[in-house]
């Protein structure tokens, strides 16, 4: 394993850095990052060769591979339906995921990993911008509270295996994301890309109108994945002891990671309407629950390091689009027979 690292920062050049879900959204976006870095050694593992539930693989994997670096994030995720729906499967799935990744990683003698979570371990009403320092301070979106307490989880044993062992586990929580390698299944998806398919459907189809869960009132923060990813290797490259020291005490090794501005989902679904071409009527299902009132994250952790977001929110949902009709509506048409 590579011992010198440069410039204290976390990755060294060389380093073999293991993404865990690289084949989601978030991790295929840090691969890509990462392979344009091209001083890495990537190593990877589809769900077919490595299961991160089963406890005896993952630590043989990490005894065999030695790793220098961790990137975990692989996870179960969704939206309110399907946090609603499988509340069982995402707290348990998550939390062993996690635990079996990290305490693997440590006996293995890793000493960098960085954990991703998601902006819902805040609580439901939390002041806002949402600094880290908020965290357990009030009840939690009862909508999402399994998955919350599963990242909840996985922040306090980066914090717990920091101030036992001295290693440096990172956790960071990005707000809302979306981009390419997304889910638009509209039984498990997250609002941003759930938006997408239902107007571009009523487009193919000629409908009058889409339905939307809630009142359209809730605000939401976005950060396209490929801005996550970018932030991801910033904070690797940075000076380990510049950024341990925002965590005083010993303190949550956590980040946020946003864009730090928010809109409503009414106006969401108006910019998306408008960039798939949509021209009917939204009507809001105000029998269906809004979530959280308000998630905008304060950033200023990591922009004070010296880090901002590239990728507008149209500019990302313009991008993300295309990538829908090229890649997912192709797909969607065959399994309908169109």
């Known amino acids: 394993m590579i011992q010198q690292l440069m410039k204290n920062g976390f990755l060294p050049a060389g380093a073999r850095v293991y993404v865990a879900g690289h084949t989601g959204m978030v991790g295929s976006a840090i691969v890509r990052r990462l392979k344009a870095e091209s001083d890495t050694d990537l190593v990877v593992r589809r769900h077919g060769e490595l299961d991160l539930l089963d406890q005896a693989a993952v630590a043989a994997f990490f005894r065999q591979e030695e790793i220098d670096c961790v990137i975990l994030a692989a996870a179960r995720v969704g939206g309110i339906l399907a946090n609603s729906t499988y509340p069982a499967d995402f707290i348990y799935q998550n939390l062993v995921m996690e635990t079996n990744v990290i305490h693997a990683a440590w006996q293995a003698g890793v000493q960098d990993l960085v954990f991703l979570g998601s902006s819902c371990i805040y609580p439901r009403l939390a002041p806002q911008p949402m600094k880290e320092e908020y965290l357990l301070t009030g009840p939690l979106e009862q909508t999402n509270e399994p998955y919350a307490i599963a990242k909840i989880a996985g922040i306090k044993m980066c914090k717990a295996w920091n101030r036992q062992y001295g290693t440096r586990y990172l956790a960071l929580m990005p707000t809302n994301l979306y981009g390419p390698g997304d889910h638009y299944d509209l039984n498990d998806s997250h609002v941003l890309p759930a938006l997408i398919r239902k107007m571009h459907e009523a487009k193919e189809q000629g409908a009058g109108s889409v339905v939307v869960w809630g009142t359209g009132t809730p605000r939401r923060e976005f950060l396209h994945c490929d801005d996550l990813a970018d932030a991801v290797v910033f904070l690797l490259r940075c000076d380990r002891a510049e950024v341990f020291s925002l965590f005083p005490d010993q303190g949550d090794p956590l980040i946020n990671i946003g864009c730090g501005r928010d809109v409503t989902i009414a106006g969401l679904a108006g910019l998306v309407r408008d960039v798939v071409g949509f021209r009917g009527e939204i009507v809001w299902d105000r029998s269906k629950p809004d979530g959280t009132p308000q998630k ?34 192709p797909r969607l048409a065959s399994s309908h027979g169109g």
Request: charged share 25%; no cysteine; aromatic share 8%.
């Open 296 to 329: 905008l994250l304060d950033i200023s952790r990591i922009t004070g390091l010296g880090w901002q977001p590239r990728i507008s929110l149209r500019e990302g949902i313009e991008q993300t689009y295309q990538r829908f009709l090229e890649e997912v509506a």
